[in-house]
């Protein structure tokens, strides 16, 4: 297991853009795959994006598509979550997950759903909160 730390959420109103990051202290993620989840108040939690930090690749579901890139930099630790446009259904407590291995969507990327019981390694979360 990889422990993982999120950080940089808040309050912020509709259309506002925060960054989320995940780091690992003391652990080389070169290998590895981190997705980003979320938890909205009552509802299941749903997988966000991936980003395999083998070769920079990434995925997305739809809503968040086109307002959200998962990117990292040449160390690849921490890994972020660059959020913009944000919209009051975003709202919910944001984890970050990581497998060691490259992770790839099933059903192609057009269609992404992204299982938390694929990733190993999880944070505790980190709330956002997009008001209107």
């Known amino acids: 297991e990889v422990p993982l730390v999120e950080s940089g959420g808040g309050l912020v109103q509709a259309g506002g853009s925060l960054r989320l990051s995940c780091a690992a202290s003391g652990f080389t993620l070169d290998d590895y795959a981190i997705g980003w989840f979320r938890q909205a108040p009552g509802k299941e939690r749903e997988g966000v994006s991936v980003i395999n930090n083998s070769d920079g690749s990434t995925y997305y579901i739809d809503t968040v598509k086109g307002r959200f890139t998962a990117f990292t930099d040449n160390a690849k630790n921490p890994v972020y979550l660059q959020m913009n446009s944000l919209k009051p259904e975003d709202t919910g407590v944001y984890y970050c997950?990581?497998?060691?291995?490259?992770?790839?969507?099933?059903?192609?990327?057009?269609?992404?759903?992204?299982?938390?019981?694929?990733?190993?390694?999880w944070g505790q979360g980190t709330q956002v909160t997009v008001s209107s």
């Open positions: 997950a990581a497998r060691p291995s490259t992770w790839f969507p099933e059903n192609g990327p057009i269609d992404v759903h992204i299982p938390q019981t694929e990733f190993s390694s």
